[in-house]
């Protein structure tokens, strides 16, 4: 049994004091490096290596980047990245890729299972998340206190 995630409305946003943007390749590589990516901003922006708020947004960029690589992935297009650092003390992670037509989803499993626990996890660490869409593919966001 399919379960569907409804999206979540976006919750508006102050203006930001930081911002990443970056292109990468929709493939395993490119989903580590956004993973190392939020670590090295964030550490730049004051929340260093081995910090919870550091930790929880790898954590969450790990999953948002692996899911676009694995279903949101359309050959020859990369996916997207954005790290946005608020003025109220949170990190806005966006991550967009060119799969407008495959909807999120949590599949249950056994506990064995590999998969299929990512937005779960992303739930749990985000303070609120969503799906928006764009004119081609999507947009997975999740909003995270950094304090």
């Given amino acids: 049994m399919n379960s569907r995630i409804s999206p979540q409305i976006s ?14 390749s929709s493939t395993p590589r490119g989903a580590r490096l956004a993973r190392r990516l939020t670590a090295q901003q964030l550490d730049a922006w004051g929340h260093p290596h081995g910090g919870e708020a550091n930790d929880t947004a790898q954590h969450v960029v790990a ?11 359309v050959p020859g297009r990369d996916f997207e990245l954005r790290l946005l650092l608020l003025p109220e003390g949170v990190l806005r992670v966006e991550v967009g890729d060119a799969r407008a037509d495959r909807k999120l989803r ?7 299972a590999e998969g299929g626990r990512g937005l779960v996890l992303v739930a749990v660490l985000a303070r ?3 799906v928006t869409e764009r004119e081609v593919g999507k947009t997975v966001w999740a909003e995270l206190p950094l304090t």
């Fill in 106 to 112: 949590i599949v249950p499993g056994s506990e064995e």
């Fill in 128 to 130: 609120t998340w969503g």
């Fill in 63 to 73: 999953e948002l980047a692996a899911n676009a690589v694995t279903h949101g992935r």
């Fill in 11 to 24: 919750t508006p946003l102050g203006e930001p004091v930081g911002e990443l943007t970056v292109r990468l």
